[in-house]
C-alpha cells in the first residue's frame, strides 16, 4: 500500500503562485511515475503533469510553461510549482503514484482557488 499526502493549496490571485508538495509512504519502490490531476467543479479530473523515476517531465498544452514537475526520490516527495496562476487553474489537484505493477494509488487532494 502507497499513502499520498498533498499540501501546499490556497488562496492566491491571478498571476501569482503557489507550491503544491506530495508526501509519499508505505511501499515505495524504485521505478515508479508520479504526477499531478486536477479536477474542477462539474467537470471531468484530467492531467495537470507527471514525472517518471528518473525525473522525465509530461505536461499538459494547458500547463506548459508555467508550471514545473519535480521530484525528491531520497525524500519520497513530488512538488508541482505553479506560476502565473489563472482562474481556469482553479479545482482540487490530486497527487497520483503507479507502481512498476501498475498498482495506482491516489491522495485526497488540496484545493486551488485562482481568484482577485
Known amino acids: 500500500q502507497v499513502q499520498l499526502v498533498e499540501s501546499g493549496g490556497g488562496l492566491v490571485q491571478p498571476g501569482g503562485s503557489l507550491r503544491l508538495s506530495c508526501a509519499a509512504s508505505?511501499?515505495?519502490?524504485?521505478?515508479?511515475?508520479m504526477g499531478w490531476y486536477r479536477q474542477a467543479p462539474g467537470k471531468q479530473r484530467e492531467l495537470v503533469a507527471t514525472?517518471?523515476?528518473?525525473?522525465?517531465?509530461n505536461y499538459s498544452d494547458s500547463v506548459k510553461g508555467r508550471f514545473t514537475i519535480s521530484r525528491d526520490n531520497a525524500k519520497k516527495t513530488m512538488y508541482l510549482q505553479m506560476n502565473s496562476l489563472k482562474p481556469e487553474d482553479t479545482a482540487v489537484y490530486f497527487c497520483?503514484?503507479?507502481?512498476?505493477?501498475?498498482?495506482?494509488?491516489w491522495g485526497q487532494g488540496t484545493q486551488v482557488t485562482v481568484s482577485s
Open positions: 497520483y503514484y503507479k507502481a512498476l505493477s501498475h498498482s495506482e494509488y
Open positions: 508505505g511501499s515505495i519502490f524504485a521505478g515508479n511515475t
Open positions: 514525472i517518471t523515476w528518473s525525473a522525465n517531465p
